[in-house]
């Protein structure tokens, strides 16, 4: 196929880099510093274990070329997603398949909204990516692609396999979307910690903090008719009691889930460092409001937003020990 990933940051850069190297080609829109750094060394694709693929997609920076492409991923940050599907617009034939691949509950619908001509699939990326150098990037946490089922998604989802993606083709979106926000509620805690995602969960203050995020947000998403479904290994359910155990039980729960790059952290984390603006309010924010809507209290999240927001501000993380977090 011939694909186009349109938001080429880390989880762009992966997906589209991973069907590169699969034969697939890929045309990644990017930033100017990017398209210089591909075409100088290549992207360089580290995986949890195993040497780095170096590949050598198409970079541009802007949407025109995608016009011929198979279909096109999108991965710009939730704040620029109706910006990005306004371009992608003008751009693209009626009917082509484009899929969401961010994070956050209602991507795909901000997208069909400015895009009613195109086929706009809501999709769902599990694991964590970080950039370690311009055109150099990590995946720092295992886990499934999950992609809408339908007749325009069966050759997107063959392609995704073939890059050895596991993918799960599915007709509850909404509800696979709602997991994945359980799970991300941690990428605030982690950004405020200023710690190894696996330094942090194997800290019990750290864990208490996160099992009650969770819950709160496990109950403003059943409020909303939402309640979070199982993601291949993933279990939102069942998190926050895991959490809640002692360490070496939690870590027996944990590895049989969940495989972590010692090194891995949260992209909030990463955006926090860089002075890069966070998907706090698409995360953290979307349970706020969401409960406010359906009368559920969320102080956790609530409080998480004010701190990140604070981070953002001073350009760095205020590295909250689990006391001060509680």
């Known amino acids: 196929m011939k694909l186009g990933v349109h938001g080429a940051g880390a989880i762009g ?3 589209g880099g991973q069907l590169a190297a699969a034969g697939h080609e890929v045309v990644l829109v990017g930033r100017p510093w990017l398209a210089e750094a591909i075409a100088a060394d ?5 995986d949890l274990s195993g040497p780095p693929v170096r590949v050598h997609p198409q970079v541009v920076t802007s949407p025109e070329v995608l016009a011929d492409c198979d279909a096109v991923l999108v991965a710009v940050k939730g704040k620029d997603t109706t910006a990005a599907g306004e371009q992608l617009a003008a751009v693209l034939p009626a009917g082509m398949p484009v899929m969401s691949c961010q994070n956050g509950l ?6 069909r909204a ?5 086929r706009v699939l809501a999709g769902m990326i599990s694991f964590n990516v970080v950039r370690t150098a311009d055109a150099a990037f990590k995946r720092g946490t295992s886990g499934p692609v999950a992609v809408e089922a339908a007749p325009e998604s069966v050759a997107l989802a063959r392609a995704l396999r073939d890059a050895g993606f596991e993918v799960l083709e599915r007709a509850d979106m909404d509800r696979v979307l709602a997991a994945k926000l359980v799970f991300n509620v941690n990428n605030a805690v982690n950004a405020l910690a200023d710690l190894p995602l696996r330094e942090q969960l194997m800290d019990p203050g750290y864990r208490r903090v996160l ?3 969770m819950d709160e947000a496990r109950a403003v998403l059943t409020a909303a008719g939402k309640p979070p479904v199982r993601l291949g290994k993933l279990l939102p359910n069942l998190a926050p009691f895991a959490l809640r155990l002692p360490t070496p039980l939690f870590r027996l729960v944990a590895r049989s889930m969940l495989k ?3 090194q891995a952290r949260s992209s909030m984390w990463e955006d926090v460092t860089r002075g890069k603006p966070t998907e706090i309010d698409d995360l953290n924010g979307v349970i706020v409001a969401l409960g406010e809507a359906h009368g559920v209290p969320t102080p956790m999240n609530r409080r998480l937003v004010a701190l990140v927001r ?3 501000a001073a350009g760095r993380s205020p590295g909250l020990k689990p006391s001060q977090l509680a």
């Open 13 to 15: 850069c992966w997906l």
């Open 42 to 46: 290549g992207l360089s694709l580290t």
């Open 106 to 111: 209602d991507n795909a619908q901000r997208l």
């Open 114 to 118: 400015v895009m009613p001509d195109q």
């Open 211 to 213: 099992a009650a995020t």
């Open 260 to 262: 972590v790059d010692p």
């Open 310 to 312: 604070e981070a953002e």
